[in-house]
């Protein structure tokens, strides 16, 4: 069975999840990509591309606890799964295979 | 944080948002809320809105499903379950609330169809749109007269020279000529009602022909056309009667005729009856239209489609003054289905008529039926209170609002239902009753149209009336129903004082209405007319001799006889070619001129003011009688024995005689000349008879009636009846709305007696603690009545100006009026005071008489 796609604003939410290991949630995914992109996000997006992604298999999640925090509603962590894993590996080995063959010219 | 996101995209949010994704979307959106507020409170909310905004996607929207999709029967009958048993515990006002929705539907129906017959009327022509009349504005002094007479030439013209007019026909109607036809065939004689009309009649009007062709049954001259049921009448049967003769007799005109078609019975909702139709050209034979300056025929054309009547009015306006140039009459046409509601007119325009009674009518259905409304809702809310705990464990087990809106509306819906069903019954019961008052033919029969309104009508009723409990007790919180704590904001006094002040202030002005309408109807018919109605009959005649008056005069029973062309009620004929010594030259008086016989003034009891009446001891039978007014207006003093001319003849003054009304009491009194005239000229013939003899003599009369007019039916007619009938609309009017008006309060005291009881049930306990402290009896009942007393005083407030204001309006259209009293309206409010009053005091003194320790143990 062919893996499903994975959508670029999604692999770097995957990224982003990956990274932030049993830590990543909502509010943090957001700030850590608009750092990185140095451009604002709708908190919306993540919430599409997290859910997305659930339904494909490349995350999982799990609620945090009630804090005194965020009104007392509870944090929805992301993990990401094996099959998410296996997914941002093979992009990442497409993607590096394809910036070797690029020729050694000079940019100047 | 003591901030919060918006409180309105949060709901929203909540309302549109899949459960399982709401924790995690709202509790990031408020993390980022509470992070972005710090630095702006206002940013803040604006992206918490928008935020919520752009997550109104597919991906997050619940799935619409209506709950209680697949208990619904079970829930529907769960709710009629609960709606018996709420009858049958609440017995007093389940009855309450049956019998005042189902007379007010009752009521509402039943004016519902007199109003769709008023409204049918004359409405039956296939080409109703462009059927129109021309009517005729006369300049009077004293204003404009529009009349239906037209000049004999003007169809001709009309269809000649206008393009617009397809066709056009005069037509002489049945009322033209005072008295009736004779048709007889071998020894059948019948006295009908015939007109004259043009060829093209049918063409025009669309009656059905069920015999003969509409070009051609009126094109011989003798031609006749019969309706069916005169044919029946007269050969048993519609075949038999085609092609045969018959004779036609009235004064003027008789002949042998050859009947060339049969046409259909009219519906009873055709204005101008008639029973047969002859030619217009043999009228025109005997009473030539001599040019454009005389009157006699209607005239009734068919517009091509799409005329504007507005532009066709201006183009006939002048029409006349182009024939001849003296006249000023001028024309204007009006749409023949609008006459019989627009048949008034003021300085030559249509300006109302029946059309009034009509919307006065709807008006009182639409109060009855608001009235009956205010009542169910009312009793709706009080009866709340026992239905708290209800509502209150339903939402705590999970009733969501919309099951209870769908429980109340299904129940004042059934109530709806319920009593339109009595409804129908009272209808047909009282139909009868009520055709006799209108006057009129109703009938139930169910159309269509009639279903769907009415059940239009009940269904909005239903749900108006439980449009308030539903929503309103099905807001309130579980909790606070269960611990009690609403019974104080409960209540919805406010509203239900309101709609009770509303109810009574309808009720006040009907009876206002009714004592008025009913102090005018009584002036008009006991208004001394100056001369005598009762027990005077009167008939047409054809030879009226001495001998024949001599005659009737010995008939036992018979006290006075005279013959004359007075007929209550009519408007008359007049001349302003009366001539006197001392007549200011262009003194244009106009006289209304009534020709007598001797012994018609005693007959009808006439009073003289001065001189005598009419007598064969003054030797000439050129003799006049003016009446007072005349008197007034001609300016003579010591007139007795003067000779006025008239008419190129010389006629003395024998007296003058006291004011009497010959025309409708809506006119006022007018100078009349009364000129004598030997009786055989006398088309009528009044005859004075003793009182319970009248059989007797009726039948002695005829005798000596068909000696000398064989050829004649005797049809008589008392004067007493013909003058009543000029009244029956306001009759109608008196009686109707004193029905109504009647069960407007009953409604109104259903829904009082049913507040007052639930206010004392309510109250029952501050009722025994009051009593236990000693109140009295008395004191309880004017505690408990005093909230009622106000609010019927302030609606009694409110409708006396209003009612005061509708009644100057309605008796400014008669000539002789009452005077507003001012005890029509203090009694009306005291009534209105009285029955709410007692309505009230049957609940407050059961109430009050309780025994305290009855309604306090209990607990």
Redesign the interface.
Known sequence: MKAPSLGEFEELVLLTVAAQHDEA???SI?ESLEEKLSKNL???AI??AL??MDEKGFVRSH?GGITG???G????FYVITALGKRVLDQQYAVRTSLYQQIPKISFG | MATHPPKMALNFLHWFCQEEYLEEIEGNMVELFEQQYEESPDKARRTFVWNVLLHFRPAFIRPFKIHYTQNHRAMIRHNFLLTFRNFKRYKTSFLINLIGLSSGLACALLIYLWVQDELSVDKFFDKDDRLFQVMQNMHRDDGMETIEATPGLLAKSLKEELPEVVYSVSVIPPTFNASKGVVSVDDVQIKTSGQYVSEDYFKVFSYKLLYGDKSQVLSGKNSMVISENLALKLFKSAENAVGKIIAWKTQEISGLCLISGIFETLPANATNQFDLLLNYAWFEETNPSDGWGSSSPHTYMLLKEDTRPDQFNAKIRDFIKTKDANSDATLFAQRYSDRYLYGSYENGMPAGGRIAYVKLFSIIAVFILAIACVNFMNLSTAKASRRLKEIGIKKAIGANRNSLIFQHLQESTLMAFLSLALAVLLVTLFLPQFNQITGKQLTLHPDSQLILSVLGITLFTGLMAGSYPAFYLSGFQPVAVLKGKLSTTLSGEGLRKGLVIFQFTLSVMLIVSVLIVYQQIELIQSKNLGYEREHVLYFDTENMSNAFASEIKNIPGVLDVGGGNLTPGKALGGTSGISWEGKVPDDNIFFSTLWLSYGLIETLGMEMAQGSSFSENFGSPNQIIFNEKAMEAMGLTDPIGKNVTIGGEERQIVGIVKNFHFESLYEEVKPCALLLAPIHFAPKVSVKIQTGTEKATIKALQKVYQAHNPDLVFDFKFMDDDYQALYAAEQRVSTLSRYFASIAILISCLGLFGLAAFTAERRLKEIGIRKILGASDFGIVRLLSGDFTKMVILAIAIALPLSYFIAQQWLESFAYRIDLQWWYFAGAGLLALLIAWFTVGLQTVKAARVNPVECLRDE
Request: charged residues 40%; glycine residues 10%.
């Open positions: 949630y909502g509010v957001l709708n908190i919306s919430h599409v859910k997305r609620f925090e965020r009104g509603r509870r944090k929805r």
